[in-house]
């Protein structure tokens, strides 16, 4: 049987990921996860592609609270009550998030470190700042990982470069796909499957650094090839239908209404198309 092996969220969107044991998953998914996010000067989103090193800074994020801490790579740590400002709307590939400039020292110390105007903004609603409107859980197996490690001819790949909320043991490479339309038990939580995660570059990033160091795209493409002649998938997605509790080691569970959804190619490889383009879609 499939189980949870990891669980990774990223309350600001862009920096370092958070491994908990545990999560409360709630309609709108996990509510510390993409609380945040950061935006440049002209307003728009600053992310992994715009400045790769913004993965080194590891946040900490109190919901009940009300407390953000941002450790450095230096070593430094800046923490605070979080105090909302000025509303602003940022563009999530299309859909308006609305949100609200957070004040305090965060502008200061983030466009310190990224070398240009920076600021942190909260989401208004949890939920919101995810790469995609319904997809606030998403998963990937690590036999997957393994598939893709061999096929890039390396000896491993590090889940967090996908930044997926679930990494699972147990299951055949790309198994995964196979449950798209699905409703799937996630320890207390039961999820529905919608769709395929497109990947751009943010995965050819090393995790730890943010200094590209491995062509994943072109390893998924060779094997998986391209879904409408654009994009490069990796991973599932998909909504909260019943909330609740998800735990290290819970078992994952097909219980219903899967279906083979067109362009998924979960056991071999797929022909070469004759046009690439880089989508987004990475869950930052």
Not at 165 to 189: K, M, Q, S, T
Not at 204 to 232: C, F, H, M, W
């Amino acid at each position: 049987m499939a189980t949870v092996s990891r669980l990774s969220i990223a309350p600001v969107k862009g920096l370092g990921l958070v491994h908990p044991d545990e999560v409360a998953l709630e309609r709108t998914g996990v509510v510390e996860n993409r609380r945040f996010h950061i935006v440049g000067a002209d307003g728009r989103r600053f992310n992994q592609i715009r400045h790769g090193p913004l993965v080194r800074i590891r946040p900490d994020y109190d919901a009940e609270r009300g407390r953000l801490a941002l450790r450095f790579p230096d070593g430094e740590v800046v923490e605070g009550e979080i105090a909302l400002g000025e509303a602003v709307t940022t563009d999530f590939y299309g859909r308006a998030v609305e949100g609200h400039v957070v004040e305090g020292p965060w502008a200061e110390v983030l466009s310190a470190y990224a070398g240009r105007p920076l600021r942190l903004v909260r989401a208004d609603r949890p939920g919101d700042a995810v790469d995609r409107a319904g997809g606030s859980v998403s998963m990937i197996s690590e036999a997957s990982l393994e598939e893709l490690a061999r096929r890039a001819g390396t000896e491993r790949i590090d889940g967090r470069r996908f930044r997926m909320l679930f990494e699972l043991a147990g299951c055949a490479p790309h198994e995964e796909d196979e449950w798209l339309g699905g409703h799937v038990r996630v320890g207390e939580a039961l999820v529905r499957l919608d769709g395929q995660v497109g990947r751009c570059a943010i995965t050819t990033q090393n995790p730890d650094t943010g200094v590209p160091d491995l062509d994943t795209l072109r390893a998924i493409k060779s094997y998986r090839g391209l879904r409408d002649g654009e994009a490069i998938d990796f991973g599932v997605y998909g909504d909260v239908v019943e909330p609740g509790r998800v735990r290290l080691g819970d078992p994952v569970e097909l219980r219903a209404g899967a279906r083979r959804v067109a362009g998924a190619r979960p056991r071999e490889a797929a022909p070469t198309a004759r046009r690439t383009r880089r989508t987004d879609g990475t869950k930052a």
